[in-house]
């Protein structure tokens, strides 16, 4: 099923609400602008609706309805952790969720300000976070690898960047990069990871992170594949600050971290370009955040 294939309109919201949730049915419905696989909603003032748009994204919503209440009570942040959940119907044929809303605006749409309190912050959620999975905990079948095994992706997004869309030194991002794949693998356990951790899915208030959202891509691996958010997140001389406050982490993970900082830059740079030309899935907001992290990640060595 395309996305065009069904309309999600407040309306659908409504009528699936009072077929399967009638209690929450007469609260205020509003459309949160932005998502990827799924399209929000707010409800009333304390809970969100998520309903899938994409075809792969109802299994990564039972995978957060899953797990997050299995790590949401040792988070020192608020994470959105799920209320009900929507069952296929005539009206709406995937899976759908209600989750307590996270209040705060997209780190892509407004700054940190307060760098070390957000250092101290990031260190501590992601601290709580990297704690040894169970055998069951899921895997993901396009994140978690080392760098080596993921250079034909950071070559495809350095490629398909528009000339002059990349104001940084291409050699200097492949010299990120290689040293990335030089590093030796993770021989710690499998950690709980969020897996997706860019601006869009942090949320600032008063200056500093107040929430971590859309947790769809969580699974267990090296942490590295999160630490890089120290450079996507962070304002420019933060990362030092937060890798002291994480503590306990050795240099080749976090050279791993950087090089894979680096590949996230792009996608994030290529995504923002997409937006300003219109296509399918980009978003304007996400070019200046990639450009602005990556020149965090090259003068950061």
Known sequence: MTDSEIEITAELVHDLLEEQHPDLAELAIREV????????????????VRMPRTEGAPELLRKECRWLPVLA????????????????????????SVMTWVPGEPLDHTPISRGEHAADTLAEFLRALHVEAPAEAPASSDRGAHPRKCTDGFERFLQAIAPGGLAADVRAVRD?????????????????????????????????????????????????WDLAA??????????????????HVDEATVRRARGLAAMKCLFLILMGQNGERGL?????????????????????G
Do not use: C
């Open 33 to 48: 602008v932005g998502g990827w696989g799924n399209q929000m909603w707010r409800l009333g003032d304390e809970l969100a």
């Open 73 to 96: 009570p040792r988070l020192p942040l608020p994470v959105p952790t799920p209320v009900r959940i929507g069952e296929p119907s005539a009206r709406f044929p995937r899976p759908w």
């Open 176 to 224: 990120v990069w290689d040293d990335a794949v030089a590093t030796p693998e993770w021989e710690g356990p499998s950690v709980w990871l969020h897996g997706d951790l860019h601006p869009a899915n942090v949320v600032v208030s008063d200056g500093t992170l107040s929430g971590v959202i859309d947790f769809d891509a969580m699974f267990a691996g090296d942490p590295a």
């Open 230 to 247: 120290a450079w996507l997140l962070l304002p420019a001389g933060a990362a030092s600050r937060f890798f002291e406050v994480y503590a």
């Open 280 to 300: 399918p899935g980009g978003k304007p907001a996400w070019g200046p955040a990639g450009r602005a992290a990556l020149d965090r990640v090259l003068t950061s």
